[in-house]
């Protein structure tokens, strides 16, 4: 019955991830009116998906690291309770997030609740070092590392479409930036499907490949069903954008996040997605401040809330 609930507790997390995330790699392309909102949905769902499945192929290193292994002993790690509680909590924060239209990380979520159950389970003997450097540092330089490369390309671009011919040059900024909006999507299922995956590993009846395929099937379903309102958030209240400014932020996205795979970096797509979209928006002088520190707020919250639910929740669970 735990590993059923655990079986169960994990899609719901990967429905839930669907849900709040699955838009941000083709926010840009409804944004910008580039595509229509469903056009842009069904998008992002194809291309997710393939990177999931490709993610049957590679991706160790986050599965390893997401599966508690290295934060807290083995035999706390392996237990179906620890992975119960994680998938809970993280379920629960992002799918409140996301009816309350607030773009955070699963990866934040997945971190936050991995320490409140490790805290509940061994107390301060948790291995904070590994955690500040394979975890925290990179969530907290993501952001400023998108934002200052969102502004930097932009301007390249706007440079160079002020010297081209207009008419011409939309045509292939368009197409381009369909292209790249796929490779950020596909970078997500990437790397997200192996995070979610490592909490349904010990379940033996899972191998490494069915796990992915069962993730990546609820994932596409939360972005198809519940996405809107984290859509409109990432395309028009961050900053309203034209043609290049989106394909500039879905470039910067899409080469930091596959440079994180490749190093098995923990890193957001939510706060790369969000930090080069604002990027662009500052030199374009019409970001939304605003909007931004809600957002910054939420990512702030994000871990405690989910620490505290992961906590309980474990607590419950061994009781």
């Avoid at 069962?214 to 309203?240: H, R």
Wanted: hydrophobic share 50%; glycine share 8%; net charge positive.
């Amino acid at each position: 019955m735990l590993l059923i609930s655990l079986f169960l507790a994990t899609l719901f997390l990967a429905y839930s991830n669907g849900a709040n995330d699955n838009f941000k790699g083709v926010a840009t392309l409804f944004g910008s009116r580039t595509s229509s909102y469903q056009t842009a949905i069904l998008w992002s769902t194809f291309t997710t998906f393939a990177g999931a499945v490709t993610a049957t192929f590679s991706a160790s290193t986050l599965i390893k690291n997401f599966s508690g292994k290295g934060l807290v002993p083995n035999a706390i790690a392996n237990a179906p309770e620890f992975h119960l509680a994680v998938a809970i909590a993280a379920g629960l924060t992002v799918l409140l997030a996301t009816f309350m239209g607030f773009p955070i990380s699963t990866t934040h979520s997945l971190i936050g609740a991995i320490v409140g159950a490790g805290l509940v389970a061994i107390g301060l003997q948790l291995n904070f070092p590994a955690l500040l450097t394979s975890f925290i540092l990179p969530l907290l330089l993501s952001p400023i590392i998108a934002i200052f490369f969102g502004a930097v390309i932009y301007s390249l671009f706007d440079y160079i479409n002020s010297k081209l011919n207009v008419i011409v040059n939309d045509k292939i900024i368009d197409t381009c930036h369909f292209i790249s909006a796929g490779i950020v999507s596909f970078a997500r299922g990437l790397n997200y499907t192996p995070k979610m995956v490592s909490l349904i590993l010990i379940i033996e009846y899972f191998s490494i490949q069915g796990g992915m395929i069962t993730i990546a099937i609820a994932m596409a379903l939360g972005g198809l069903l519940n996405s809107q309102k984290v859509a409109i958030t990432m395309s028009e209240k961050i900053t309203s954008m034209n043609h290049t400014q989106g394909f500039s932020s879905n470039i910067v996205t899409g080469v930091l996040v596959i440079t994180a795979n490749q190093f098995g970096l923990p890193l957001s797509i939510t706060h790369l997605s969000v930090g080069s979209i604002f990027g662009v928006g500052l030199i374009a002088k019409k970001s939304n401040v605003r909007v931004f520190y809600q957002i910054l707020l939420s990512w702030i919250l994000t871990l405690p809330s989910t620490a505290i639910i992961s906590g309980i929740t474990y607590r419950l669970l061994q009781g």
